[in-house]
């Protein structure tokens, strides 16, 4: 399980990254749209299709990641958003065939395979990569301050909410709600964060795991309504 110490040596990681790679260009930065936003982007990296995609204020891509295009939208618009502050650790893949949006001040553990797509397969007699992929349709979203640890895998149509952790070695294919500690193969919940307490507690199954989620939507539907009393 993660604990404090493992993200405080990931955060002095981050911070050794940002020092060494101060000085670094890489030739994606000449494009005008990206240059104004200090970026740090290892000159290791394999950058394809630089012009469907949109990086924030202070975003680092760490040594030998791979962010791809893999197949030419028609929908105008970048198809990978990567957002103010976050951090992509070395060695990860970013895929994408329609959309993938990362959030605001996100940490990418190395080994990280991020895709919005997978291979299609069901053909026989036709090798499986030349028989394209299965949609065009699907959209990965990590929320702001997420932690996605080290060797996970996120594919499909899926939403990792804000302030999640995902633990090392997880298979994300199925939605992770905000506030959550998720690991395993397919990731499953088990911790959140309690409102009622203000504590992050265990979660024994879905049905506990719902009676926490009701209790947040809750709170926060009884928040906006002292908000609307308040204002008027």
């Avoid at 680092?60 to 028609?74: E, G, R, Y």
């Avoid at 996970?152 to 149509?157: F, Q, T």
């Avoid at 500690?181 to 309690?194: E, H, I, L, R, S």
Wanted: glycine share 8%; proline share 3%; hydrophobic share 40%.
């Amino acid at each position: 399980m993660l604990n404090d110490n493992d993200i405080q040596q990931y955060l002095a990681l981050i911070k050794k990254s940002k020092a060494e790679n101060r000085n670094v260009s890489h030739k994606v930065h000449s494009n005008s749209s990206i240059s104004s936003v200090n970026i740090m982007i290892d000159p290791t990296c394999d950058i394809r299709g630089v012009d469907r995609m949109r990086f924030g204020k202070g975003v680092v891509i760490q040594k030998d990641c791979w962010l791809n295009i893999a197949f030419p939208n028609p929908v105008e618009g970048p198809m990978i958003v990567i957002d103010e502050g976050t951090n992509v650790g070395r060695r990860c893949t970013i895929s994408a065939a329609n959309r993938i949006i990362i959030g605001k001040f996100v940490l990418i553990a190395p080994n990280v395979f991020v895709a919005d797509t997978h291979h299609e397969y069901q053909k026989l007699g036709i090798p499986i990569m030349h028989q394209g992929i299965t949609t065009h349709d699907d959209v990965v979203t990590i929320g702001d301050e997420t932690w996605i640890g080290i060797n996970s895998v996120i594919m499909g149509n899926v939403t990792v909410g804000k302030h999640c952790v995902i633990g090392a070695n997880s298979v994300v294919n199925r939605d992770i709600p905000d506030y959550s500690v998720a690991v395993g193969n397919p990731a499953k919940v088990v911790k959140t964060f309690d409102v009622k307490t203000e504590q992050w507690v265990k979660v024994e199954g879905k049905a506990d795991l719902d009676r926490y989620l009701a209790a947040r939507s809750w709170r926060l539907s009884e928040d906006t309504a002292t908000e609307k009393q308040e204002g008027t």
